[in-house]
Structures are given as structure tokens and as C-alpha cells.
């Protein structure tokens, strides 16, 4: 392995969730936002060690997961049918590192929605936020693989469905939703503490 490509190694581990998080902001879909977001990361390992890692690789690899994410709809609209390109959210504040932090802070809070059960409040923000795999999110809650994954994927389907708004909640809807949240973590310092893997 190139020094080109430890670094991306390295940054892959630093930003990758921080990437995700904003690209689930601007897409508004955990899956799509995946895709877009593995995309980004394949376009690094293309170009950067040839054109050298960019003075914000963060900002550059959301913003090539974004553009990855609109040419994929593009190609799928031109495919299939006329219908617009779904909403996306303003890119302009993505260079702000505050902003990708919230986005991240968004996240959690988004994926700690009432809506879901608390289970799968619990296993989609291990996997999603925090970037434990399926197999480490079921060891912490002693289930299988299996149980965990379909909750994943449940979870993901129903906040999609209901319109589970992507944002901090506000003052009064805090405390209800801080619960969740404070598991997570609880749950999360576990996994690191023991390290089941």
C-alpha cells in the first residue's frame, strides 16, 4: 500500500461517519446516502494519490457524494422516466465544519426519533452514527446478526416513510428525546470499553 493510499486509509477513519451524516442531510436517504458516500471515497482512491489529498478532503468527498448521488438520478430519470430529481438540501453550508458537526448531532437525533421503537432507536444509531458493524451492534444486545440487520433495515424504511425530519429537536422535545440518546452512548462506551471484536 502507497503512502497516497494510508492516508486515505486514515482519513477514510477519520471522516467517513462526519461524511455520511451531512450526505444523509443533503440526499435525505440513509441508502442513497451510503452509496454516494462509498463513491466519494472510491473517487479519492482514484484521484488523490495522483492529484494529491485536497487542503478539505471532508468538504470534497461530500461534495463528490453529492454529485455522485445527482448524476445516479439523472441517469436513472433518463432511464425510466421524466419525474424531477428529488429535493436536495443546500449545499453551500457544507464547507462549514460546524455545520458537518451538527450534521452529525442531527444524526443522532434523527435516527433517536420517537417514532421508532427503542430497539431500533438504539441499533440504527450504533450502525449509522457510531460505525459499529451489524455483527458488533448485535453482540451488545446479545440478539443475532440477522434480528439486528432486518431492524436495521426496518428502522431506515420506516424514517424514510414517515417523513422523520433530520434536525436537533427542539427545547421541549429534548428532554423526551435525550433518553435514547444517552443509551447510545452508554451502549457504545461498553462496546469500546470490552471490545467485543
Not at 10 to 34: N, P
Not at 52 to 65: C, D, E, I, K, Q
Not at 69 to 95: G, Y
Request: glycine letters at 4%; charged letters at 20%; one cysteine or more.
Amino acid at each position: 500500500m502507497t503512502p497516497a493510499h494510508l492516508q486515505i486509509a486514515q482519513l477514510y477513519q477519520q471522516h467517513q461517519r462526519a461524511v455520511l451524516a451531512t450526505l444523509i442531510r443533503l440526499l435525505g436517504d440513509f441508502d442513497q446516502a451510503e452509496d454516494a458516500c462509498h463513491e466519494a471515497f472510491i473517487a479519492a482512491l482514484a484521484q488523490w494519490p495522483e492529484q494529491g489529498v485536497p487542503a478539505n478532503p471532508r468538504a470534497w468527498l461530500v461534495s463528490t457524494g453529492r454529485f455522485k448521488a445527482i448524476d445516479k438520478w439523472r441517469r436513472h430519470q433518463h432511464e425510466h422516466s421524466m419525474a424531477e430529481l428529488p429535493e436536495l438540501a443546500d449545499e453551500t453550508e457544507e464547507q462549514d465544519s460546524t455545520l458537518l458537526s451538527d450534521d452529525e448531532l442531527r444524526l443522532i437525533f434523527t435516527c433517536c426519533h420517537p417514532a421508532l421503537s427503542v430497539e431500533a432507536r438504539l441499533a440504527l444509531t450504533l450502525r449509522e452514527v457510531c460505525g459499529l458493524t451489524t455483527e458488533q451492534v448485535a453482540r451488545a444486545f446479545l440478539q443475532s446478526p440477522v434480528t439486528v440487520a432486518q431492524r436495521i433495515v426496518r428502522a431506515k424504511q420506516k424514517t424514510r416513510a414517515a417523513g422523520i425530519p433530520y434536525q436537533v429537536p427542539s427545547d421541549q422535545q429534548l428532554p423526551e428525546r435525550l433518553d435514547a440518546v444517552l443509551k447510545v452512548l452508554y451502549l457504545l462506551f461498553n462496546e469500546g470499553y470490552h471490545q467485543s471484536s
